[in-house]
């Protein structure tokens, strides 16, 4: 009888990027398994476009109905074993009611210690791992895992679309001249990085633009909102502005169909690197938010980070630190004009 894994991550786009590989080393490990991933509403479009995962249960949703509601729809998954990737306690406790086989959490949170019966050593403050690779350490209690190298980490990072492109935006891709590169700029982190600043993002459109390249800007409506004057201010320099106007299936559909995205630590970044496509990310050198935790990981993804890795005002006055806008346009510019123009399927 093949087992069935439920694993619950519960927050970020990025992060739940992040964790494919686990799904993806599941897969490896007991093949035949179903893997079923734990999270929130906005979320569900990566799981559906993740090759390793056979389903996905909406915590969202899970949580209006009453405990015993919860407690039955959790069964109903028929899962034996959970893997708490994103400790939460609610949920901690309702797998434990539920009465889920194997309970599997990390020794650092208390209520792990009430609600698990397989704890983890798992400490991710001071860790030289990627997050990627810590995530997999969970998987240390069902049997000999093995540490996999970053680069073998990556090849479980995947990706692929389950919607197909409006034609209007497929046209709008599809106008560029042979040589031209389809580029996407995502300005804004949404709070969940160190910001390069809007008068970069406009510096690096402008030399795309120069050089014959085709400057796309994404982001959520809200975003879209506070980018205004500045959208209004470089729209000479773009080929769409296109905030507001992609919901994620549609958003992951899109970068696909580009050849590739700049963007700080953010979750289009990573999406843009599972899905294969250049993916280009600007860092701070400050631990735990530098490359060597959160690069993106994919066969094209790379980064910039300022060479400051002591640097005490990162970690001081994060808002004044210039670690971050050290990174000159030019040079990020640089790498773009680098990349070949991929040759997407028609």
């Given amino acids: ?18 964790t494919l590989p686990v799904a993806g080393r599941l897969k490896q490990l007991f093949p035949g398994c179903r893997v079923l991933l734990l999270g929130r509403t906005y979320t569900q479009a990566v799981a559906d476009a993740c090759p390793w995962l056979d389903g996905f249960l909406n915590l ?13 729809a959790l069964r109903a998954t028929a899962a034996d074993t959970i893997l708490h990737v994103f400790p939460s306690k609610a949920v901690a406790r309702l797998a434990r009611q539920a009465g889920i086989r194997h309970r599997i959490g990390t020794r ?19 860790s030289p791992l ?3 690779q810590l995530n997999l350490q969970l998987l240390g209690s069902l049997g000999p895992a093995g540490t996999l190298s970053l680069p073998e980490v990556a090849q479980l990072v995947r990706l692929r679309p389950v919607v ?7 046209e709008l891709l599809a106008a560029r001249r042979p040589g031209q590169l389809n580029v996407i700029l995502h300005p ?35 975003e879209g909102e506070e980018l205004r004057e500045w959208l209004r201010e470089h729209q000479s320099y773009l080929a769409a502005d296109l905030t507001g106007q992609l ?3 549609e958003f992951l559909a899109f970068i696909a169909a580009t050849d590739g995205l700049v963007a700080g630590s953010t979750g289009p970044l990573h999406l843009a690197a599972a899905l294969g496509r250049h993916a280009l990310g ?20 790379e980064y910039v980070v300022f060479d400051r890795p002591d640097c005490q005002d990162c970690r001081t006055q994060p808002a004044a630190c210039t670690c971050i806008k050290a990174l000159a346009a030019v040079e990020v510019a640089g790498r773009v004009l680098a990349w070949p123009p991929l040759i997407l399927p028609s």
């Fill in 1 to 18: 009888m093949s087992r069935t894994f439920l694993i619950s991550r519960t927050d970020a786009i990025g992060d739940v990027v992040l």
């Fill in 60 to 72: 969202d949703e899970l949580l209006q109905l009453p405990v015993a509601g919860q407690v039955a």
């Fill in 108 to 126: 650092s949170r208390w209520f792990h210690w009430l609600t698990c019966n397989q704890l983890v050593a798992l400490s991710r403050r001071h």
């Fill in 130 to 132: 990627h997050e990627a």
């Fill in 164 to 170: 197909a492109l409006r034609p209007v935006l497929r």
């Fill in 188 to 222: 804004r982190s949404r709070g969940s990085a160190r910001e390069w600043g809007l008068a970069h993002f406009g510096q690096l459109a402008r030399l795309l633009h120069q050089a014959g390249h085709r400057v796309f800007i994404t982001g959520t409506a809200a």
């Fill in 247 to 249: 919901p994620l299936p």
């Fill in 282 to 301: 600007l860092y701070p050198p400050i631990r735990p938010m530098h490359p060597g935790r959160w690069a993106p990981l994919g066969p094209l993804a």
